[in-house]
């Protein structure tokens, strides 16, 4: 490693304490949460001078010490860029009269919208992502929803990166704008059938979707109808239109309860209707078809989910039959119904299967491949009365593949193949999958891919990625980006680690609250068993997190920092108990579940305390460091990353160097447009072959 000499900014101690539950907390950086963040969040110029100077200083040190890899930045830019349709365009989706797509031009950063007549005939684009984003720095489409007469399209984006979405109302024929402006919503929108009214949800002054409103076409926000208020700080809620279209239905939830209620499309002055009471612990999900609720749940013990049903008119819970069991170790994530066909989407031990049910007969099949590690999703119908199911396949080798199957014939028509301009032959790649015995004996999955020609002689530099929160699984799915790493001799492997749903709800349970730091452990597993099976070997694996997988690389660089050449860690959630006590903060009530109530209960406290990465930097050597933030960052606030990487800086006893970029235009996501993107994941990745020593040789 090279160009390690540069000095490092030093972030002033400004010193800071309290006490809770007879703890005392020392935090000499928490100057760098700006008091005013909220309006920060809406308008990055307001951001307090000192810590706007501090993280340029950071900018400015990071591309410096990385100014060697520029030549390599651009090189691998120009290699993921080659991998990419730039004129690509979805599977036009059928509606009535008309089919939607989505597509990019030529050199496109954003989509474009549009539609054709459905038997064929030519395209008319009504968005433009490109003409929209002009005037911006930064630029997302959020929702977008074609009215039911075809008609109009409500629209949204959001040109901060602080995820407020802004509503806007356009004509397809003119493709112009109505009057109709919305602030400060998630997105989402739902119509009403009569097309002269939509549902949608705003935000709070911490950010939180909280309120169901209702807006009449052609006036103010100002005269929206308020539907629906959550009384819990600590549950979101979020909108969308039943499988079947009659209703649009409400949804809120924390990620441990979750509760419904169905707004009758057809009388939209109508008030909501509850589902079924919360009940701590109970989660459900409605479809409807007919005048039956066929409902995914987790109630009576169903760890790893079920499928009841309910009458539409009496929907409440003591009404509830089983019509798919609960199977232990089958997790059913998803399901959606069709005028004929109940489709649910399973996953058993870390491998997806869609499995379709007639309706008329009970007769059930399933759809599944034979790689050893691939991803499965079904991708929803604008339209109801039909036997097509629509799903998308890929592998770690195997580009994104679309097919329309048939729930009758079962016959399988490929729609699309992304399509890998540069040139890929998965022939020339191999993906398979070994399983990591954890301190505690949990077997936990690894999903591998490397070339064909890979000698397994444990000297090869890996990439380690994991994540393992919130029940969110790590799926083996395709990623032309991988290829820049894998083409100059990586491994990179996928961690399916607890916390995640990777082999069920349990596998989720037990990497949570009390039992978080089975997450880390499972990960530090994975790269030892990577070890011992000679795929690579210590200090040649690079880790690689983002948010809550961000944490994980925090947690793990203090616990087994010795593995690991370098760590990236994008976005990252290190300061676990600041922000966990921290009410105000948008996501903090409803992650009380997750990780903990440290305000209110003292184990909980403790727990936290014990493996936040922020407050368990130890005096040790620590691997290389790259932390990336956003300024505008709802979810993780970039005070998270410059406090974590300030105190590495000013603690460990040797390694590094340590790392902190801030994009100073941008939140969560990163840098918007398809293109910008790929500059970040250029730093990513010159950081990674840095770290192994490779970096000179791969420009």
């Known amino acids: 490693m090279s160009n390690t000499t540069e000095q490092a900014p030093v972030a002033p101690r400004r010193p800071h304490s309290f006490s809770l539950h007879g703890i005392a907390i020392q935090d000499d950086y928490a100057w760098l949460k700006d008091p005013n963040w909220q309006e920060v969040l809406r308008d990055p110029q307001l951001l307090d001078a000192d810590i706007r100077s501090y993280l340029e200083a950071e900018n400015t040190y990071a591309e410096r010490l990385l100014g060697h890899t520029a030549a390599l930045q651009k090189t691998l830019v120009a290699e993921m860029r080659g991998r990419i349709k730039e004129d690509d365009s979805s599977v036009p989706s059928p509606d009535g009269p008309y089919a939607y797509f989505r597509k990019y031009r030529e050199g496109g950063q954003h989509e474009m919208y549009g539609r054709m007549p459905r038997n064929g005939g030519p395209e008319s684009i009504v968005l433009d992502g490109d003409a929209l984003a002009k005037d911006h720095e930064y630029f997302k489409f959020g929702g977008s929803r074609h009215s039911h007469d075809h008609r109009l399209i409500a629209w949204s984006a959001d040109t901060k990166g602080s995820e407020y979405f802004a ?356 990960f530090a597993a994975c790269a030892r068993a990577l070890i011992s099976e000679n795929y690579t070997s210590a200090k040649r694996i690079v880790g690689h997190g983002g948010s809550a997988g961000g944490m994980l690389m925090g947690a793990v660089a203090n616990r087994a920092g010795e593995l690991f050449a370098g760590i990236v860690a994008e976005v990252p959630f290190v300061d676990v108990l600041n922000t966990m006590l921290d009410h105000s903060l948008p996501l903090t009530p409803p992650e009380w579940p997750e990780w903990g109530n440290p305000t209110e209960s003292a184990e909980d406290f403790r727990t936290i305390l014990s493996y936040s990465p922020y407050d368990n930097i130890a005096a040790k050597p620590y691997p290389a460091i790259l932390a990336m933030a956003g300024l505008t960052d709802p979810r993780v606030t970039y005070w998270e990353p410059a406090k974590w990487v300030a105190r590495l800086r000013a603690t460990m006893t040797s390694g590094g160097p340590v790392v902190l970029r801030t994009n100073m235009g941008a939140g969560h996501g990163g840098a918007s447009g398809r293109f910008n993107r790929l500059d970040e994941v250029a730093i990513i990745y010159a950081f990674a072959l840095w770290a192994v020593g490779l970096a000179d040789k791969s420009a």
């Open 167 to 522: 509503i806007r109302v356009r004509e397809w024929e003119t493709a112009t704008d109505h009057d109709d402006l919305v602030e400060e919503t998630d997105g989402g929108v739902v119509w009403a059938l009569d097309c002269k009214s939509f549902f949608y949800v705003k935000l709070d002054d911490n950010h939180r979707p909280l309120q169901v409103w209702r807006h009449k076409l052609g006036t103010a926000q100002a005269d929206d109808v308020l539907v629906y208020e959550e009384p819990d700080a600590g549950w979101f809620t979020h909108l969308h239109e039943s499988t079947s279209g009659r209703f649009c239905v409400i949804a809120g939830g924390d990620h441990e309860t979750s509760e419904q209620r169905l707004i009758d499309l057809a009388n939209p002055d109508a008030p909501p209707r509850l589902v079924a009471a919360r009940e701590e612990g109970v989660q459900y999900d409605v479809a409807d078809h007919g005048d039956q609720l066929y409902i995914l749940t987790n109630v009576d013990g169903a760890i790893d989910f079920k499928i009841v049903t309910a009458p539409l008119a009496a929907p409440e819970r003591a009404n509830w039959r089983d019509l798919i069991p609960h199977r232990a170790g089958v997790y059913v994530l998803d399901h959606d119904l069709y005028s004929g066909h109940l489709v649910r989407l399973e996953r058993a031990n870390a491998l997806p299967a869609i499995v379709i049910r007639d309706l008329r007969t009970s007769e059930e099949h399933a759809i599944a491949f034979d790689e050893a590690a691939y991803s499965l999703d079904a991708m929803g119908s604008y339209e109801f009365d039909t036997t097509t199911l629509r799903f998308s396949y890929s592998s770690m080798t195997t580009p994104s593949e679309v097919y329309d199957y048939d729930m009758v014939t079962r016959e399988r028509t490929l729609r699309k193949r992304q399509e890998i301009p540069s040139g890929h032959n998965p022939a020339d790649y191999v993906t398979t999958r070994i399983m990591a015995r954890a301190d505690d004996g949990a077997e936990v999955p690894v999903s591998l891919l490397h070339r064909r020609n890979f000698v397994r002689d444990g000297k090869a530099p890996l990439l380690l990625y994991g994540y393992g929160s919130y029940g969110m699984a790590m799926p083996a799915s395709f990623s032309a980006n991988r290829l820049s790493l894998v083409d100059r001799g990586f491994v990179y492997a996928i961690a399916h680690i607890r916390g995640g749903t990777d082999k069920g709800w349990g596998w989720y349970l037990d990497g949570k609250r009390a039992k978080k730091t089975n997450s880390f452990d499972d």
